[in-house]
């Protein structure tokens, strides 16, 4: 398995590592400020000031651990790549699966995603509009997203003799990015939300496990 931090496109920005404690603990402080702005969709018209206040910080401090605002963004989405990879790295490694059926791979890849995009309309809204302005940046999104899709469906492939689809390896990449978009539109514009959590995570596995006709 290769780290998420050696994944090439999930590294955004390079920032020199603070070396002393307190700078450490300022940088947490302004991550942890950026990330709470972000879940409120409050980033984008928050000020230096503003934010170096939430993180209980100076502007002089912001300037001198981060240099600017937009190395702040590109570390909270860099953040969330490398959290997101992560997961679907443990999701995916294929011994936990292998004298399982699907159908409990399914379950488990529904909940775990949603788990990871609740809450993140922020994330998602400030990544939409960075790609829609940055095509090195839209293209690190697309690998992402096929990186993703790369592992769940080499999962599906160990157990192909329970995919009944007529076209079983064009219809898994599919449905890998038909969940992850509907998972980024109910994010952005919370269509789904009439539904819990679990509820969402439940029609997304019935979802696949249809699509897919999974079965013994």
């Known amino acids: 398995m290769i780290p998420a931090t050696l994944l090439s496109f999930t590294q955004l920005t390079t920032l020199p590592e603070p070396t002393q404690r307190r700078s450490q603990q300022a940088l947490q402080r302004l991550l942890d400020a950026g990330e709470q702005l972000l879940a409120s969709n409050a980033f984008e018209e928050a000020s230096v000031m503003q934010i170096a206040e939430l993180a209980s910080s100076s502007v002089g401090t912001f300037y001198r651990v981060l240099g600017d605002k937009d190395t702040l963004s590109l570390l909270l989405l860099q953040r969330f790549f490398q959290s997101t990879v992560g997961l ?129």
């Open 88 to 216: 679907v790295e443990q999701l995916t490694e294929p011994e936990q699966w292998a004298a399982k059926p699907l159908a409990d791979f399914v379950q488990s890849l529904t909940v775990k995603l949603v788990e990871v995009y609740q809450g993140r309309r922020g994330v998602l809204r400030a990544l939409i509009l960075r790609a829609s302005r940055d095509a090195v940046f839209r293209d690190k999104v697309h690998q992402l997203n096929e990186y993703i899709a790369v592992r769940i469906v080499a999962v599906f492939q160990h157990h192909q003799r329970e995919v009944h689809h007529p076209q079983p390896r064009k219809a898994m990449q599919a449905a890998v990015h038909i969940v992850l978009g509907a998972l980024n539109q109910h994010t952005i514009t919370g269509n789904l939300g009439h539904l819990s959590s679990n509820e969402v995570a439940e029609e997304l596995s019935r979802i696949l496990l249809a699509y897919l006709d999974i079965h013994d």
